[in-house]
């Protein structure tokens, strides 16, 4: 009965990583996917991770029964507290909801499901370009996607003016996705001043914002820097949607942790809306897991575990700034042609190199290095050993 189905394309970034499998060549790298690795180039489970679990583990008291359809209540608290931040006025007059999310992805879906039954406008804004799951993600859940400009090839910058004058074109109540730091791929992010401009613009126009938090701490390596934006909006007492992803900060990639909190006006409003998220969930996936967001809950509660957190958090960040650095030195002592600075101005895990396609079959090809084919390089793969390869790589393809 499935012999009409048809092959599926694999996932442009997901893909990077089949192919990469396949490849038997000693010096192959991998910066295609997202995820951390060390200067030997593994994965990296955080010491605190490590023994928030170990604390589980020991606790006797614990049991695997079902979590309630919203999660785990402490996770939810404690996260809306990491992102709005511990004095928001918000979350002091009840005004959040929370609810955990199978990481940043599920979070984004609850989110728009949400928004689709609930949310008089169906038209969501991304912007060009935005991680690849954006669309797809909105798209089925019933929105209507539309683009505003964002990165600006030529300086390899943002786009501010065309930033401005597409939400300023959309119709009011449009629904607005907004990536909350490390823009993924660019690695481009507004200014502060910049973010105020796009708050005030947007509240102007009732444009409901939706903050996709995939890397709060890589961007600059506090936490609290990278919620400066979220803050801004919730700070004048409007509404907002934030999708929490625990993948990159607490390298939690596989255990599907993160959570969507809604930002509403009033507290009674807030109970309703949890309630309608309930109803989302429940024939979805009933409930989340319960061991990934006991860890989180576990390090965020104890202030010497979060602090060890923070140290770790930063220490990745850092490694990641410092391989930018390295790569730009790296280049510019090839003589590599063109301007390279934005590999060192750019922020978060990726640097979007400017490199076409062709250019990146080329140094597949011919260096084994997998990358998405739009250039987007993950810093995060790279180490001080693996760098020259990268930079004769990239020499080679610019100069052919
Ligand atoms: N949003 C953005 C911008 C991302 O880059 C990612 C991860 N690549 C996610 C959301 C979601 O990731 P996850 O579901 O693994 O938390």
Not at 112 to 125: D, N, V
């Amino acid at each position: 009965v499935f012999a009409n189905v048809v092959q599926a394309p694999e996932d442009p970034i997901l893909g990077v990583t089949v192919a990469y499998n396949k490849d038997t060549s000693p010096n192959k790298l991998n910066l295609g996917v997202g995820a951390y690795r060390t200067e030997e180039g593994k994965p990296l489970v955080l010491n605190v991770v490590r023994r928030a679990e170990q604390i589980l583990v020991n606790d006797q008291a614990r049991v695997k029964e079902y979590l309630p359809i919203v999660g785990l209540a402490e996770f939810n608290k404690l996260s809306a507290k990491l992102i709005l931040g511990a004095d928001s006025p918000a979350i002091a007059e009840s005004r959040v909801t929370t609810v955990q999310g199978l990481s940043g992805t599920g979070s984004l879906r609850v989110g728009a499901e949400f928004l689709a039954r609930h949310y008089h406008q169906r038209t969501i804004y991304i912007p060009l370009p935005t991680w690849g799951n954006h669309p797809k993600i909105f798209t089925i859940a019933g929105l209507s996607v539309k683009t505003y400009r964002y990165y600006d090839p030529a300086t390899r910058g943002l786009d501010f003016q065309g930033l401005l004058e597409d939400l300023g074109a959309a119709p009011s109540g449009a629904i607005v996705l907004l990536h909350a730091c490390a823009h993924n791929p660019t690695g481009v992010d507004p200014t502060l001043e910049q973010w105020e401009q796009i708050r005030q613009l947007m509240r102007s126009k009732a444009l409901l914002p939706f903050f996709d938090s995939a890397y709060q701490g890589f961007a600059s390596g506090s936490l609290d820097i990278d919620a400066q934006p979220v803050r801004l909006f919730v700070a004048d007492g409007g509404e907002c949607l934030v999708a929490q992803s625990y993948a990159k900060n607490m390298g939690l990639y596989g255990e599907r942790v993160g959570a969507l909190s809604i930002v509403c006006k009033k507290a009674d409003v807030s109970s309703r809306v949890e309630s309608q998220l309930k109803l989302v969930i429940r024939p979805m996936y009933s409930n989340p897991p319960l061991h990934g967001a006991s860890i989180v809950a576990t390090v965020l509660k104890d202030r010497d575990l979060y602090n060890e957190w923070t140290v770790e958090l930063k220490a990745m960040a850092d490694r990641i700034i410092t391989m930018r650095q390295k790569l730009f030195d790296a280049l510019t002592a090839r003589g590599t042609p063109g301007d390279w600075s934005h590999i060192i101005k750019q922020i978060g895990m990726f640097t979007f190199t400017g490199l076409n396609s062709e250019q990146v079959a080329f140094m597949t090809k011919e260096y084994h290095i997998y990358m998405t084919s739009d250039g987007r390089i993950s810093m995060a793969g790279l180490s001080s050993k693996t760098v020259p390869h990268l930079a004769d790589a990239i020499h080679a393809a610019v100069t052919r």
